[in-house]
């Protein structure tokens, strides 16, 4: 999760386990606007086996529809299910299988990508492959219900325009959302967790480490500068932060909970 920054120096901020291994969210974000309600990322999802899941050591008691109904919702009332990009921990969700059929998770949303990015996923590079599984993509294709973003047009979404990052994986999406007098930006990969501020702290995922760091500049160095809420996907304690410039470059500025602005 951290690339070549040494573990004695990484653990700090996310300490390992017996097994190695840090303890990490699928936080996924909710936008409710008049009879539109948008998913942003729906998690790693419950259909593959107990071998797949074996490698994961999922814990907690949170799930995608338990918290939807806490939020006094279902599957169903989702009307656009935005996927940031096609890893199976960020869309697994989005598609479930019932009597050995697939279906969509969300019956009434349309599921969102971009050409570019649906290219990339669907004639996997050997490095990706086992990050995009052909049963959490294809059957939203066969559904009739997936729409694309377009990088030279404006967003489609009256709720937030879009920063796509390449760094990571091609064409990632990145939701840049306003609220009220706020922008609140969810970070999917660029950055997932506030361990991962300093710029050098690249994900060894990443499949190219030096855009990475470019996109990471220009994006916290804007977030400081006017002030941007950072919404972390996959940080396991903190929900939010704001970061500011300093000597040593960006840094931690606060974290707070997302209940905290709204």
Same mark, same amino acid.
């Not at 019932?98 to 349309?110: I, P, R, T, Y």
């Given at each position: 999760m951290f690339g070549v920054v040494p573990k004695g120096i990484w653990q700090r901020t996310n300490p390992a386990d017996e097994n190695n291994l840090c303890n990490w969210a699928m936080r996924c974000l909710l936008i409710e606007d008049g009879n539109q309600l948008v998913l942003i990322d729906n998690g790693i999802g419950t259909k593959q086996d107990a071998r797949f899941f074996s490698f994961y050591f999922l814990n907690g008691d949170d799930t995608l529809s338990k918290s939807l109904n806490?939020?006094?919702f279902s599957q169903d009332d989702v009307t656009d299910m935005f996927l940031t990009h096609l890893h199976f921990d960020h869309c697994g969700g989005g598609v479930v299988v019932?009597?050995?059929?697939? &279906?969509?998770? =969300?019956?009434?949303?349309?599921?969102?990508? $971009?050409e570019e990015h649906w290219k990339w996923a669907t004639i996997p590079n050997a490095r990706e492959k086992a990050s995009f599984l052909k049963e959490n993509i294809l059957p939203i294709q066969e559904s009739g219900q997936l729409?694309?973003?377009?990088?030279?047009e404006a967003s489609p979404f009256s709720q937030f325009d879009i920063f796509y990052a390449s760094g990571h994986t091609d064409k990632m999406m990145i939701p840049m959302i306003r609220y009220k007098d706020k922008t609140i930006c969810f970070m999917a990969d660029l950055l997932p967790s506030v361990g991962h501020?300093?710029?050098?702290?690249?994900?060894?995922?990443?499949?190219?480490?030096?855009?990475?760091?470019?996109? &990471?500049?220009? =994006?916290?160095?804007?977030?400081?500068?006017? $002030?941007?809420?950072?919404?972390?996907?996959?940080?396991?304690?903190?929900?939010?932060?704001?970061?500011?410039?300093?000597?040593?470059?960006i840094r931690l500025d606060q974290t707070f909970s997302l209940q905290e602005i709204v």
């Open positions: 806490k939020a006094g019932e009597n050995g059929k697939s &279906k969509l998770a =969300f019956k009434n949303a349309h599921y969102w990508s $971009n729409k694309f973003t377009s990088l030279n501020i300093p710029l050098p702290y690249v994900m060894g995922y990443d499949t190219r480490p030096l855009l990475t760091l470019e996109e &990471k500049e220009r =994006f916290l160095t804007e977030a400081a500068e006017k $002030n941007y809420i950072l919404f972390l996907e996959h940080d396991p304690v903190n929900e939010c932060c704001t970061v500011k410039q300093t000597e040593k470059g």
